[in-house]
T-cell receptor, first 116, second 114 residues
Framework: AQTVTQSQPEMSVQEAETVTLSCTYDTSESDYYLFWYKQPPSRQMILVIRQEAYKQQNATENRFSVNFQKAAKSFSLKISDSQLGDAAMYFCAYRQATSGTYKYIFGTGTRLKVLA | DVKVTQSSRYLVKRTGEKVFLECVQDMDHENMFWYRQDPGLGLRLIYFSYDVKMKEKGDIPEGYSVSREKKERFSLILESASTNQTSMYLC?????????????FGNGTRLTVT
């Protein structure tokens, strides 16, 4: 069975600095999708970034980028120039690409604090 | 923008009550999901539905049932609420065709069972 592990329950970063949140996963599949979600205090889960496993290039969305290491089954999120609004819970998620598979598997989350 | 609406933001129920959590999405998505979120456990899938009247059990279906009579609405039912069902419940939807599509979430319902 696939699993997703986020080993950092909580992280802190100084405003304007860079922080990296780690995520590892376990799967025997070769084709899948990976996601990072952000859940601010408002509780609305928002997609931050996604990565297709068949793409070697790391995904980037403005200040957010990933380091996708397929062989190591690692999918870390880097937040550059951290802002107070980045404070939230961050969840890593995996989804198998097989047609007819609908299940997303989530990690336990990392709470990010941004210090002014 | 996709909108997923959960009918209640906070809910307080008594042990043994039958509880309905409602979720509506406005983007014609085929797939709908109910997750439970607990500190340290992340999101765990309770049930999902890939079409009207179709449902499949997730990882923790015990004590829950679901109903999907219309495409846009997916209801989670606690037949006899218990204190261990006190939790945050998140509804989500996604289109079937685009396999790399993310889940679109509602704002969550924080349920307290006393």
């Amino acid at each position: 069975a696939q699993t997703v592990t986020q080993s950092q329950p909580e992280m802190s970063v100084q405003e304007a600095e860079t922080v990296t949140l780690s995520c590892t996963y376990d799967t025997s599949e070769s084709d899948y999708y990976l996601f990072w979600y952000k859940q601010p205090p408002s509780r609305q889960m928002i997609l931050v970034i996604r990565q297709e496993a068949y793409k070697q290039q790391n995904a980037t969305e403005n200040r957010f980028s990933v380091n996708f290491q397929k062989a190591a089954k690692s999918f870390s999120l880097k937040i550059s120039d951290s802002q107070l609004g980045d404070a939230a819970m961050y969840f890593c998620a995996y989804r198998q690409a097989t047609s007819g598979t609908y299940k997303y598997i989530f990690g336990t989350g990392t709470r990010l604090k941004v210090l002014a | 923008d996709v909108k997923v609406t959960q009918s209640s933001r906070y809910l307080v129920k008594r042990t043994g009550e039958k509880v309905f959590l409602e979720c509506v999405q406005d983007m014609d998505h085929e797939n709908m999901f109910w997750y439970r979120q607990d500190p340290g456990l992340g999101l765990r899938l309770i049930y999902f539905s890939y079409d009207v009247k179709m449902k499949e059990k997730g990882d923790i279906p015990e004590g829950y049932s679901v109903s999907r009579e219309k495409k846009e609405r997916f209801s989670l039912i606690l037949e006899s609420a218990s204190t261990n069902q006190t939790s945050m419940y998140l509804c989500a939807s996604s289109p079937r065709i685009r396999r790399n599509s993310p889940l679109h979430f509602g704002n969550g319902t924080r349920l307290t069972v006393t």
